[in-house]
């Protein structure tokens, strides 16, 4: 029997109730793939997908001639996460804490940092500055955007040469409050 040619299917029996039947593409190349194969292919293209979806949202988001927000549309408790690394030794520094933005342009962030294994806690005070199309500054350098209705805001260090790169995201802690509804003991 000769070789089937490309493209073409052959099928060998023994017997005839177990035909084993195989096929060969043009390029010579396996037509089937494992589960598990399959199952990474998908999960890639699912992340891929997703990091498009969150591209989209999020230059939405931004879009000038959409936006409507201010000051005001941070205010409240937010818990606020960072991690990044250290420049340039490239130690890892994450950050744990409650923000509480005063809607008018002060904030005060109460923070745990663990600056490779040597952790600190304390408090700051800063300002903040939100523009019509969403993105704005802080007084300790780093710039944000922040979702229309203040429900999130991401930020990341803005000083040229800096000593820390980190990505810093943001979520309210129930609903918007004004800052005097606090006690200014809360953690």
Do not use: W
Not at 103 to 132: E, I, K, M, P, W
Not at 160 to 187: C, M, S, Y
């Amino acid at each position: 029997m000769s070789p089937a040619e490309p493209g073409t299917t052959r099928t060998t029996t023994s017997e005839p109730s177990r035909a084993l039947r195989r096929t060969r593409s043009s390029d010579y190349s396996s037509t089937a793939e494992t589960p598990a194969k399959e199952k990474g292919n998908k999960m890639k293209r699912d992340i891929f997908l997703s990091i498009i979806a969150a591209s989209v949202c999020v230059g939405i988001v931004v879009s000038s001639a959409e936006a409507r927000c201010s000051n005001a549309t941070l205010r409240g408790r937010y818990v606020f996460h960072t991690d990044g690394i250290v420049l340039p030794a490239g130690t890892r520094r994450v950050n744990l804490a409650v923000i509480t933005f005063d809607g008018r342009g002060h904030f005060t962030n109460r923070f745990t940092v663990n600056d490779n294994g040597v952790v600190t806690r304390d408090v700051l005070t800063s300002t903040y500055q939100v523009n019509a199309d969403c993105r704005g500054t802080t007084g300790t350098g780093g710039d944000l955007v922040v979702l229309e209705n203040g429900e999130e805001f991401f930020t990341i260090p803005a000083t040229t040469g800096g000593p820390v790169i980190n990505l810093g995201f943001g979520k309210r802690l129930g609903p918007a409050r004004d800052a005097d509804d606090h006690d200014g003991d809360e953690q």
